[in-house]
């Protein structure tokens, strides 16, 4: 199994950043990539951006060219930098885990909330 603890989260004002970190731990040799979702209220869960172990990265429109996914193999730690923040970011941000096309775990979520 792998467990993932995901940091950072909080309240910002609108063009402001944040960034999030995702610790895994576990049977971490099962992972291939990485990435984050997110949830706003009354909304379904959305990709944001993924990366695998290579580091070959692929981001939501939405967000392509302010956010920034990366990738520490050493420490097993994926993050989302995420600039120039709007409203229409704010959502619990969840980091995933994945085998080839499979999720296999899901972090607790941190609430990222942009106040206009």
């Known amino acids: 199994q792998v467990q993932l603890v995901e940091s950072g989260g909080g309240l910002v004002q609108t063009g402001g950043s944040l960034r999030l970190s995702c610790a895994a731990s576990?049977?971490?040799?099962?992972?291939?990539?990485m990435g984050w979702y997110r949830q706003a209220p009354g909304k379904q869960r959305e990709l944001v951006a993924t990366?695998?172990?290579?580091?070959?990265?692929n981001y939501a429109d939405s967000v392509k060219g302010r956010f920034t996914i990366s990738r520490d193999n050493a420490k097993n730690t994926v993050y989302l930098q995420m600039n120039s923040l709007k409203p229409e970011d704010t959502a619990v941000y969840y980091c995933?885990?994945?085998?080839?096309?499979?999720?296999?775990?899901w972090g607790q979520g941190t609430q990222v909330t942009v106040s206009s």
């Open positions: 995933t885990a994945k085998y080839y096309t499979t999720i296999i775990s």
């Open positions: 576990g049977s971490i040799f099962s992972i291939n990539t």
């Open positions: 990366i695998t172990s290579g580091g070959l990265t």
